[in-house]
C-alpha cells in the first residue's frame, strides 16, 4: 500500500530542548494513524515540522510525495488542517467563516451538508465567539474538511467534546476514510484511539517508544486496552 506521509530523521530542539528526537513513521495512504503522547511528548511539534510551518533541525517529511516546505501551495489544496480555534477572526458569523472558506478551494465540500450533520444548522448565524467550546471544536474539523482534502491532520481531535459529539465526529472520520482520506491524528483519548486508528504510535518527551497497530501495541505491552497500554508505556520507562 502507498505512503501518505514519510517522516524519517525528524529532530526539533527550541532552546537546548529537544522537543522532538529522531522520529521517523509511515502512514499509509487511506488509513487513520494516532500519535499519543503526554503533554509535551512533542506531538504539535512532529505536525508543525510534517506541515512545514516549523523548520525541523534535521530529518525529511514527504506528504503525498511531496516536500510540504517547497510544495506550498501545490499541497493546500490536498491536505486540511484543523486549526486552533483562537485563530478566528473576530466578530464573523460560523456561516461567514465556513463561505470565506469555501471560496478559497477549487472543490469545496458542501459545508451546509456537515453542519447538519454536526447538528449545527440551527447556529449558523451565531458568532463564533458565543459557539459553545465544542460547537467550535465541530467547526474546526468541518474547515479542515472544507477543501475535500486527501489528507487531514487533527490535533487534540475531540478535546472538549461531548460523548455524543465525539461520536458523530468518529461517524464523520469513518466515513472520510471510506471515500479515500488519509487521517492524523493526535488524541488523549485512548477508546477514542481504539475505536478509529489503524496505526499509531507513542511519544515520550519527543522519542518513539512504541508504534504499529492496536493489537501490536496490547501484545507487546501484554495489557487488555490501551488505556493500560499508554500508562504502562508512559510509566514504565522513565526517561
Ligand atoms: N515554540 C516553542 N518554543 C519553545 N518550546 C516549545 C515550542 N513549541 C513547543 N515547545 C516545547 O516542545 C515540547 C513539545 O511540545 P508540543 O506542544 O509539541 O507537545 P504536545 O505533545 O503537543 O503536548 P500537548 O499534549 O500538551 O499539546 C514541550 O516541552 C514544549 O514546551
Known amino acids: 500500500m502507498e505512503n501518505a506521509i514519510e517522516v524519517s530523521g525528524l529532530t526539533k530542539s527550541f532552546d537546548g530542548h529537544t522537543a522532538v528526537n ?16 503526554h503533554n509535551g511528548a512533542g506531538k504539535s511539534t512532529t505536525i508543525d515540522c510534517i506541515l512545514g510551518t516549523q523548520k525541523p533541525d534535521t530529518g525529511e517529511v514527504t506528504i503525498l510525495g511531496c516536500d510540504p516546505a517547497a510544495n506550498r501551495k501545490q499541497l493546500f489544496e490536498k491536505v486540511g488542517v484543523q486549526f486552533q480555534e483562537n485563530a ?10 465556513c463561505e470565506i472558506t469555501h471560496s478559497l478551494y477549487k472543490h469545496p465540500m458542501n459545508w451546509r451538508e456537515q453542519l447538519q450533520a454536526f447538528g449545527l444548522s440551527h447556529r ?5 465567539t458565543e459557539l459553545s467550546g ?15 482534502p486527501e489528507v487531514i491532520f487533527l490535533d487534540e481531535l475531540t478535546t472538549g467534546l461531548d460523548p ?6 468518529w461517524r464523520t472520520l469513518e466515513k472520510l476514510k471510506e471515500t479515500g482520506v488519509t487521517i492524523f491524528l ?7 484511539v481504539e475505536n478509529l486508528c489503524d496505526e ?16 501490536e501495541v496490547l501484545a507487546c505491552t501484554g495489557t487488555k486496552n490501551m488505556d493500560e497500554a499508554f500508562i504502562h508505556l508512559i510509566e514504565g520507562d522513565v526517561q
Open 22 to 37: 529522531h522520529l521517523s513513521l509511515k502512514v499509509k495512504k487511506d488509513t487513520i494513524f494516532g500519535l499519543l503522547g
Open 88 to 97: 478566528f477572526q473576530k466578530g464573523l458569523k460560523m456561516k461567514e467563516i
Open 124 to 128: 449558523e448565524k451565531v458568532k463564533v
Open 134 to 148: 465544542g460547537e467550535r471544536q465541530k467547526l474546526c474539523i468541518l474547515l479542515a474538511m472544507m477543501g475535500q
Open 164 to 169: 455524543l459529539a465525539r461520536r458523530e465526529v
Open 186 to 192: 493526535t488524541s488523549h483519548f485512548m477508546d477514542e
Open 200 to 215: 499509531l504510535l507513542v511519544l515520550k518527551n519527543g522519542q518513539t517508544l512504541v508504534s504499529g497497530t492496536v493489537q
